[in-house]
């Protein structure tokens, strides 16, 4: 007598038009705002290459040097202001950089959000500010930029007002 037992059957393989579309689902999905990113965890010694999610801002190069996933940071390029000052034109009396940040496992929930972070170069000092607090500081910056130029004007004023009354001196001393 035959077996009639049947076998279980074979699953219906998709062709290649359903295999490239199933090929889209290949990364998670990630949440809005953010991609997928390669970064190198480990040490130089030993690592791997893993993907993280990632800010859609940030330009850090996580790959470029391992680093412990609970290390790394988001940052976003900076913008700097350099400061000039005449008694020294070879180099800025100030430098002040701005740039997002974000630290996803720090202990101070503020820092784990995108926050600006702003410093200057030769101080180790950094101000974090909550997108409010940079909004009221340029809206400081900005009155502060009017009161510069103010002064400005003011400075230059009285220079001229300063070479026109030793013009004036100097051709009444040249006529007396």
């Known amino acids: 007598m035959k077996n009639t037992a049947t076998l279980p059957s074979i699953p219906a393989q998709p062709t290649s038009g359903e295999r490239s579309?199933?090929?889209a689902q290949v990364f998670p999905s990630t949440r809005p705002g953010y991609r997928l990113?390669?970064?190198?965890?480990?040490?130089?010694?030993?690592n791997q290459l893993a993907w993280i999610e990632c800010p859609?801002?940030?330009?850090?190069?996580?790959?470029?040097?391992?680093?412990?996933?609970?290390?790394?940071?988001?940052?976003?390029?900076?913008?700097m202001l350099e400061i000039p000052t005449f008694s020294d034109p070879?180099?800025?009396?100030?430098?002040?950089?701005?740039?997002?940040e974000a630290d996803p496992v720090a202990s101070d929930p503020r820092v784990r959000e995108t926050h600006v972070l702003l410093w200057e170069d030769?101080?180790?000092?950094?101000?974090?500010?909550?997108?409010?607090?940079?909004?009221?500081?340029?809206?400081?910056?900005?009155?502060?930029?009017?009161?510069?130029?103010?002064?400005?004007?003011?400075?230059?004023?009285?220079?001229?007002?300063?070479?026109?009354?030793?013009?004036?001196?100097?051709?009444?001393?040249?006529?007396?």
């Open 21 to 23: 579309q199933g090929a």
């Open 37 to 46: 990113v390669p970064a190198l965890i480990g040490t130089f010694a030993r």
């Open 56 to 79: 859609s801002w940030c330009t850090e190069p996580h790959a470029s040097e391992p680093s412990a996933l609970e290390d790394i940071t988001h940052y976003a390029d900076s913008d």
């Open 90 to 100: 070879e180099s800025a009396a100030y430098v002040l950089y701005v740039r997002l």
């Open 122 to 176: 030769a101080s180790p000092m950094e101000a974090r500010l909550t997108p409010e607090m940079a909004e009221d500081l340029a809206d400081e910056m900005i009155a502060f930029a009017s009161q510069l130029r103010h002064l400005a004007r003011a400075a230059r004023q009285h220079n001229e007002v300063s070479r026109r009354r030793v013009s004036l001196l100097k051709a009444q001393d040249g006529a007396a």
